[in-house]
């Protein structure tokens, strides 16, 4: 609610269209944003205010606004009650607007997003069969975060889409983590998204991401409760100053809450009588008990059966049909209809957008009748709603809220209507899936009779938790059936140790506890049932190949009978098999594993790959440390892609890692920044430490690459943090990404990095990493003409290099040729060369460009101008293709220093003194007038983190460490650059 001028309330005049009071600034900023949205960018605003402040009426406002200037507005809420229903504010906004498009979108959308689209969009229908997806399975919410994108894109096309949902402070895990994408990959095209939270209830994981958006694409309006003057207004002059002024100190200018009272003045009741009775599930404590008092004297004056109906509608939802509302309230349907003329009159409920429907007033009004109906009875309206419902042949996840809330115990149908419900819904909503799956183990008893049902409904629960990153409980699922399995269930004592619990153990960083366990069950196995546990086998080389037990790794493999093992375990035996050859030095023996996995894995199908896909992603790493980039790159795209369609979300961070490694040496730098985001995204909200370590640590490695020291810097500081002291791979590679980027920000100390490599070589020989550091120190220290240092690089490099492997073999010989410039140039440039022509036939532009740019700078050294310049020249523009922009500036310096004239490529250009960009002048301006950041960050509708960052940009260009400084250095430049 916000303020309006009118004394006498008139329930059925449509509140968006009465006067605002003490809202026109923020009115001004609205209308502004939406203006600039026509520029065809993403916008996101954040209406951010206390419960009854009025952010409802300026959602209200902002979708008025953006029909006047013609574009598609689409509105919708989150529900206190309804928080295990996935997507609902989305599916409120969209669904209906949806169904009167559905010819043009299953034109325009592609066919497998829009079946995926329709699995959660009921007004989405298309006429294609459904593809059954596991139970469990998790990556099908990645999918449909990307069709949602791709749907708002498609919707915004002809003239720009304004998405509004309000109270997001509700919003199910399933909405919060659609948001997240979205915040993190905006939508293209003319797409504005407003949401309206309570800040002291919305979840930690949708206020990070909001702090993430750009300054230049989020609008932050704190909205803030009316002073006593705009109270005064609100209330009109019909009321005494007196009472005026009593009800401002009661409601504090909280629009909603004034509204509340002055109709319990109205009333005759005393809005300041303390509230009595059992308030159960009472989520709005920060709400004044007299506000309290307030609804529930508004409440405690309607008719017996009003009432009835107003406890009715609120079990059913925030939005409900009268009929469902009326056999809820045990009524006939006319009875119905004319006690909700009654509740309309009143202004309990109104007339909702959706025709045939009606919703409560405010959230606080519906809260009010849910908690001030009896426990019991609650209970029973539960009831009475699924059965409605069910008669409908409503699908079970629209049944299960309510069954949840008035199933008994031991109420098989119940089970299985939640059984159901969290099967259909595991793709996309993993954490509801857990959710219902939970409350069926409750409902069901624990005899004998269940026990094959229990563990089978444990099974998917333990999947559903890993997918939904509740590892501990996963874990602790999977412990649980291990306990009630059999000690002779062989087959299924395996699948559940090497599939599940081993699994979340290592995303749990407890490594050690996942082997022991391994090893006992292994134990427990009678040689002739060995052939039932190569899922053990198996699982035990996976871990020994992530610590670098490489000789462990190759015995147990050989362990695993593969002619008597399900061929998906034979499978995954063939794909582990190079990795511990390869990785303890023997390339020719990975080389020749890698041939027979080729063959073995010729006609494997996504099925047999996808229950053990970290084998297979071993594989990809395999081609990658041998430099086989071009044959690794359909690899990794293929077990991301199964990953993506089986829920195995865990693999997407090393595998999008991968691949974006590979990509970017092949030359496309911004399909590397892609992929390496979204593997950061997945890293973040699966939480595994190891996993982030390993996307952050690309991610750095790809910003050396391009020339951005500073950032590659602060995300490998991030990424080995995230690794911590275990001395697995990738914790070793973000150390190395660490490595790089210190020595590029010209720090050229060589224990850091000579230590990193020990680590390497002893614990997991990655040959490319290993050569990539030697490479970069080798040209740094040459181009600082430490050449003795320089040579010691290139020994490395030479022993650390399996001659095996011609790829790592040609990087070896360019580190040497890095430190062989500084005593005969002449043969350091032909060797340079010769590496060139091997990379670039590989198709490794990035490499093959390092080549080049080193035998230019040979060439140079030798005095030899005119072969110095055309190497130069190539790889200026081969970095320039890959946008490598540090190597780029290194070779057009070189070129110059030649006598030939070129643009040096340098920083963006700054428009005020001591380079401060616009920003951060007009933020430093407002410091040199005294503001605080917070006063900042509301005078200029940015997040106060934002304001942060550039106040600490200003301190760092002018030199100074506190506030009082930026006037003395800042002041006597501003004063010139103010007079042109």
Request: some cysteine.
């Amino acid at each position: 609610m916000s303020g309006r001028r009118d004394q006498q309330i008139t329930p059925t005049a449509d509140p968006t269209l009465r006067p605002l009071v003490g809202r026109q600034p923020l009115l001004k900023v609205l209308g502004t944003t939406l203006k600039r949205s026509a520029r065809k960018t993403f916008h996101l605003v954040e209406l951010v205010g206390e419960p009854g402040v009025g952010k409802s009426r300026l959602v209200a406002e902002v979708a008025s606004r953006a029909r006047e200037l013609g574009m598609v507005t689409l509105a919708g809420r989150a529900a206190e009650f309804e928080q295990d229903a996935p997507f609902a504010a989305v599916v409120d906004a969209l669904d209906d607007h949806l169904e009167s498009q559905v010819g043009l979108l299953t034109r325009r959308l592609p066919l497998p997003e829009a079946r995926l689209l329709s699995s959660v969009f009921p007004g989405l229908t298309v006429d294609l069969p459904q593809v059954p997806i596991p139970a469990g399975a998790g990556g099908a919410r990645y999918r449909l975060h990307r069709a949602v994108r791709t749907l708002l894109e498609v919707l915004a096309e002809s003239s720009g889409l304004t998405l509004l949902l309000d109270d997001v402070h509700w919003a199910d895990e399933a909405t919060i983590e659609l948001l997240d994408y979205l915040v993190r990959h905006p939508p293209r095209g003319q797409v504005v998204i407003t949401v309206a939270y309570r800040p002291a209830q919305v979840s930690a994981r949708l206020r990070t991401a909001l702090t993430q958006v750009p300054a230049d694409q989020g609008t932050r309006i704190t909205v803030s409760p009316l002073s006593q003057k705009e109270t005064e207004e609100f209330l009109g002059p019909g009321m005494s100053q007196a009472k005026r002024r009593r009800l401002y100190e009661s409601s504090g200018g909280n629009p909603f809450y004034l509204e509340a009272l002055s109709r319990a003045e109205n009333g005759n009741g005393n809005p300041l009588s303390p509230i009595t009775g059992d308030l159960a599930e009472d989520a709005l404590r920060d709400v004044p008990d007299a506000v309290r008092s307030a609804l529930q004297v508004e409440l405690g004056q309607l008719s017996s059966k009003a009432l009835l109906i107003a406890h009715a509608a609120a079990v059913v939802g925030d939005e409900f049909e009268p009929t469902a509302a009326a056999a809820a309230a045990e009524l006939t349907d006319a009875e119905a209809l004319t006690v909700l003329d009654e509740l309309v009159a009143r202004d309990v409920v109104r007339v909702a957008p959706t025709p045939g429907r009606f919703r409560f007033r405010h959230p606080l009004v519906r809260h009010t009748a849910y908690t001030s109906a009896s426990a019991g009875w609650r209970m029973a309206t539960h009831g009475r709603v699924a059965a409605y419902l069910q008669k409908l042949n409503a699908p079970a996840p629209q049944l299960a809220r309510h069954v949840v809330r008035s199933a008994g115990f031991g109420d098989i149908d119940a089970v299985g209507v939640l059984t159901t419900a969290a099967r259909s819904v595991a793709p996309r909503a993993p954490l509801t899936a857990s959710y219902w799956l939970t409350q069926a183990l409750r409902l069901l008893p624990d005899i004998p009779a269940n026990t094959g049902e229990r563990i089978q409904l444990l099974i998917e629960l333990a999947s559903a938790q890993g997918v939904s990153s509740q590892f501990t409980e996963a874990r602790d699922t999977a412990l649980d059936v291990l306990e009630r399995l059999p000690a002779q269930a062989y087959p299924q004592r395996a699948m559940v140790a090497g599939h599940i619990y081993s699994k979340v153990e290592r995303l749990l960083g407890r490594s050690v506890e996942a082997r022991a366990r391994l090893q006992r069950e292994l134990r427990a196995v009678p040689a002739d049932q060995l052939h039932h546990a190569g899922p053990l086998y198996l699982r035990l080389a996976v871990e020994a190949t992530w610590s670098g037990e490489n000789a462990e790794a190759t015995r147990l493999l050989g362990e695993v009978p593969v002619d008597k093992v399900p061929s998906t375990i034979a499978y995954a035996v063939a794909a582990l098999g190079p990795m511990p050859a390869i990785a303890s030095g023997d390339g020719a023996r990975g080389l020749e594993l890698l041939g027979e996995a080729d063959r073995v894995l010729a006609t494997a199908t996504a099925t047999d790959l996808a229950p053990w896909l970290d084998a297979y992603t071993w594989l990809c790493f395999s081609d990658l440390l041998t430099g086989r980039y071009r044959n690794a790159l359909p690899r990794f795209e293929r077990v991301a892609d199964i990953a993506r369609n089986t829920g195995q979300n865990y693999i997407l961070p090393p595998v999008l890692s991968g691949q974006a490694q590979a990509v970017a040496v092949l030359g496309d730098m911004d399909e590397a920044f892609t992929l390496i985001e979204e593997a950061i995204d997945v890293a973040r909200v699966g939480g595994s430490p190891q996993s982030l370590a390993l996307a952050l640590g690309s991610r750095s490695m790809l910003l050396t690459w391009s020339g951005d020291h500073a950032e590659a810097l602060r995300v490998a500081a991030e990424a080995t943090q995230a690794g911590g002291d275990v001395p697995e791979w990738p914790s070793l590679r973000a150390r190395v990404a660490e490595a790089i980027a210190v020595a590029y920000t010209g720090d050229l100390d060589e224990s850091g990095p000579a230590e990193v490599c020990d680590l390497l070589e002893s614990v997991q020989r990655d040959q490319p990493m290993l050569l990539m550091l030697c490479e970069t120190m080798a040209h740094l220290l040459a181009g600082a003409n430490r050449w003795t240092e320089a040579g010691g690089w290139a020994e490395r490099a030479e022993r650390v290099t399996d001659p095996a492997l011609p790829i790592n073999r040609t990087m070896a010989d360019l580190v040497k040729a890095h430190a062989l410039t500084g005593t005969d140039p002449v043969a350091a440039a032909e060797l340079a060369l010769r590496c060139a022509a091997v990379l670039e036939q590989a198709g490794l532009k990035l490499e093959a460009a390092r080549a080049r740019l080193r035998a230019g700078l040979a060439y140079a050294a030798a005095k030899d101008r005119v072969k110095a310049l055309p190497e130069l020249a190539a790889a200026a523009e081969a970095f320039a293709a890959c946008k490598a922009k540090t190597l780029r500036a290194e070779a057009l310096r070189a070129t110059r220093r030649l006598g030939v004239r070129v643009a040096v490529p340098g920083g963006p250009k700054q428009s005020g003194p001591f380079g401060l960009s616009p920003r951060e002048l007009e933020i430093a301006r407002l410091v040199l007038d005294g503001h605080t950041n917070q006063q900042i960050a509301e005078k200029l509708f940015i997040g106060i983190r934002t304001v942060e960052t550039h106040v600490s940009h200003v301190f760092t260009k002018l030199g100074v460490t506190s506030r009082a400084s930026v006037g003395r250095v800042l002041g006597p430049a501003l004063d010139a650059h103010d007079r042109g």
